[in-house]
């Protein structure tokens, strides 16, 4: 089993990289799991600080970590700490004015846009929550807590096949991440749910994701195809089944998707992403940094480009 790429969309793998899964993994224990009627109802402990929510049908609960980025300027890290400090002793308002300040100082400041949008969750102010966090994926797609933050709200405003989808997608790229059984557990619930209402179309791209979520990356593959079979042209299709190539140690057919995966969108930073760490992997450090590079100009504040600035000694691109 090919663990480096399981964790890859919450960091860069290269040697002696920090994983930005280490900051945000490593702090639930997950307890005993309860329905009663239409409420499900997940019983956990947790070192930090959790806030649990009930809402029609399930009860969830939203995890408080919120990943500190290691590039800031003295004064945004003062100001990410102050905003921080009030998340964890559920100041909200005075939590959203600190990253908002951080935000001033550095618009690109991806982890202050997601504590953004993970206050106002809190608050319930569940549009502007939404707002913030595509932004933060705009920005960078490639850190995978930013989809479960998305999923959460999505999954309160009652727009459940978007929901499930960025579940999905963040426990595919992470299924090691402390949060995936809950997520999973979310994902199969609201299957369940939209069961007659989804397209084949979504109903097997779905199963793809679920397969490679749990570690059957053959299957996974089988469901790619039959989407491909009906709408071969979408992209990211095409990187989550080289995904799975990699998963089974075939990195010519992961490289193969991922090219395909660009040759119908040639703005798909993820597809870059993947296609170079592949390329490393085999050591083509040509290809790996030719792609690393169209990767950083389409991602520039992501905190993987940091991380690829940083330990491959590459210029920085404005």
Do not use: C
Request: glycine share 6%.
């Amino acid at each position: 089993m090919n663990k480096v790429l399981a964790t890859a969309l919450l960091t860069v793998i290269l040697a002696g990289s920090v994983s930005v899964a280490q900051a945000e993994t490593g702090y639930t224990q997950y307890g005993k799991t309860t329905t009663v009627g239409k409420t499900t109802t997940v019983n956990k402990t947790h070192m930090g600080n959790y806030h649990t929510t009930t809402y029609p049908r399930y009860t969830t609960a939203t995890r408080n970590t919120i990943m500190v980025p290691e590039k800031m300027t003295q004064k945004e890290r003062e100001l990410f700490a102050q905003g921080r400090v009030h998340f964890f002793s559920k100041n909200y308002p005075e939590s959203i004015n600190f990253f908002k300040l951080v935000l001033r100082e550095n618009p690109r400041n991806v982890f202050a846009r997601q504590g953004l949008a993970k206050a106002y969750f809190q608050r319930g102010e569940f549009g502007q929550a939404l707002a913030e966090i595509n932004e933060a994926l705009r920005q960078d797609p490639v850190t995978g807590t930013f989809y479960l933050t998305k999923a959460q709200i999505l999954d309160v405003q009652g727009q459940s096949e978007k929901a499930l989808e960025n579940y999905l997608t963040f426990t595919a790229f992470n299924p090691y991440d402390t949060a995936a059984d809950e997520a999973n557990f979310r994902s199969q619930q609201l299957m369940r749910e939209l069961e007659g209402e989804l397209t084949a179309e979504k109903v097997a791209y779905f199963k793809g994701l679920h397969y490679l979520s749990v570690e059957r990356p053959s299957e996974a593959i089988t469901q790619f195809e039959t989407v491909q079979r009906i709408n071969p042209s979408d992209d990211k299709v095409y990187v989550f089944k080289g995904r799975a190539f990699n998963e089974l140690n075939q990195p010519q057919s992961a490289i193969q998707n991922f090219e395909m995966a660009i040759q119908q969108n040639t703005n798909n930073p993820l597809a870059y992403f993947f296609l170079a760490n592949t390329y490393d992997r085999e050591g083509k450090v040509r290809e790996g940094r030719a792609n690393w590079e169209k990767f950083i100009q389409q991602a520039p504040d992501a905190q993987a480009t940091f991380d690829v600035i940083r330990q491959k000694s590459f210029s920085t691109f404005n």
